[in-house]
């Protein structure tokens, strides 16, 4: 198996999948993309970041608005029309419904240069992303390369996550150090780590989701939990543990005394997501409505909840993702070597953190998406597609990376053709 040659294809594939879904979405069919564009574009134009009055996203961490705007001020600076913010007035009554919002056609189009900037920025930050989800795969996979090629295709050949990096949103960012994580979990897991990697690992994990997205923060989580529990003892009577400690406590004083809005959104989200719940959210018509939401926005929802994959695509999905899954964690119960069932737990409680987290907040809120799970998204290939390798008979083995590649392909290409293209199609690509 050349590796070099499937991660060259991959590239190629991703690029053109996630370029065709760029190129198809209407401009500002992407869910609040027009929120997340015009934080990147104040401070491409007067250098300040919008206020909450001004744009319901302003809660967001600030990173990956500072980043897009670097390239946004650039154009600006060349040509202020090419960033100018354009759209037909909306109808968000068409929101979750078969119907554009943005009622674009031949006589109101007009090119986005910096819309379609950003989003091409957001393609090569999801590339970046898989190819450091695939850096922690391979190593996890030791000499399996079957199970690390056929998780990096699983992952990044799901049509939700190509939709959503065709798009401008901050979530790719949270996508990319999500993958930062695992690509440290794996390292931990090869040769273990120093006390002072430790340390900086303990800090990034700490930062990434205050920087990023808070979508992130169940992978930090899951990932301290990690450290603290093989470290043992020793924590307590170590410097290491206490200067973690003092490190948060001095970011969050930090927060209070620099940013009081940014600490008291983050102290006040911290605490409605452990502990809020939607007065119905147990009723079997929530859990019906809001689990499938759950389910289809893991693997395919484009638009603002417009346009879904078909059930049978959908389900086949669940149903042999579940069964990898199933696998994979039989595995992991009855395996007796213990540095890879140690492995193999740690993975394991990420996917469940993450799994529990976004279950979690769709009790809260009715805007919980699959597509948060993403962060997460390299151990929860893995453990799928380690429990599919362990199915697979020994000669079959190698075919396993063709198997899937087919399979999403086909997903992606039902996608386009069964919702993307008849609803979104814009009469001047023809």
């Not at 690992?201 to 529990?229: D, R």
């Not at 997460?376 to 362990?390: C, D, E, H, K, R």
Request: charged fraction near 15%; hydrophobic fraction near 55%.
């Amino acid at each position: 198996m050349n590796e070099r040659r499937w991660l060259l294809g991959l590239c190629g594939l991703y690029l053109m999948l996630a370029a065709g879904y760029a190129v198809l979405m209407p401009p500002w069919e992407g869910p609040d993309e027009p929120a997340h564009y015009l934080l990147a574009l104040n401070l491409a134009r007067v250098g300040k970041f919008s206020s909450l009055e001004n744009n319901y996203e302003a809660h967001q961490p600030q990173a990956y608005y500072r980043l897009t705007s670097v390239p946004l001020k650039w154009l600006y600076l060349r040509d202020p029309e090419a960033v100018v913010y354009f759209r037909p007035e909306p109808d968000y009554s068409h929101a979750e419904t078969r119907t554009p919002i943005f009622p674009w056609s031949d006589e109101n189009f007009r090119i986005l240069p910096g819309m379609y900037l950003l989003r091409g920025l957001n393609i090569l930050l999801g590339l970046g992303a898989w190819r450091v989800m695939y850096a922690g795969l391979r190593r996890l996979a030791g000499g399996r390369r079957e199970i690390a090629l056929g998780a990096l295709y699983f992952g990044a050949l799901t049509p939700q996550f190509l939709h959503t990096v065709a798009t401008i949103n901050n979530d790719v960012l949270g996508f990319l150090a999500g993958a930062f994580l695992f690509w440290l979990l794996s390292i931990f897991y090869e040769r273990g780590l120093t006390q002072g990697e430790i340390l900086l690992a303990g800090v990034a994990a700490l930062l990434l989701p205050l920087a990023t997205k808070l979508t992130v923060l169940p992978v930090s989580a899951a990932f301290l939990v990690i450290l603290l529990w093989d470290q043992g003892k020793r924590w307590l009577r170590g410097r290491l543990v206490w200067g973690m400690v003092v490190f948060g406590l001095v970011v969050f004083a930090g927060l209070r005394w620099w940013a009081p809005e940014v600490w008291e959104y983050l102290w006040s989200n911290l605490i409605w997501r452990a502990f809020a719940v939607q007065p119905d959210a147990l009723t079997p018509d929530y859990l019906w409505t809001y689990g499938r939401r759950l389910l289809w926005s893991y693997w395919g929802t484009a638009g603002w909840l417009a346009v879904e994959l078909p059930a049978w695509v959908v389900m086949g999905l669940t149903g042999l993702a579940g069964l990898g899954a199933g696998v994979s964690f039989w595995g992991m119960v009855k395996k007796e070597i213990v540095e890879t069932a140690k492995q193999d737990r740690g993975l394991w409680l990420v996917v469940l953190v993450g799994v529990a987290a976004v279950v979690k907040n769709s009790l809260n809120t009715i805007f919980s998406q699959g597509r948060f799970l993403f962060p997460a998204l390299g151990p929860i290939s893995f453990v799928v597609v380690s429990g599919w390798y362990q199915l697979a008979p020994l000669p079959f083995r190698r075919f396993l990376p063709w198997g899937i590649l087919f399979v999403m392909l086909i997903a992606n290409l039902v996608f386009w053709l069964g919702g993307i293209i008849p609803v979104y199609y814009q009469p001047f690509l023809g």
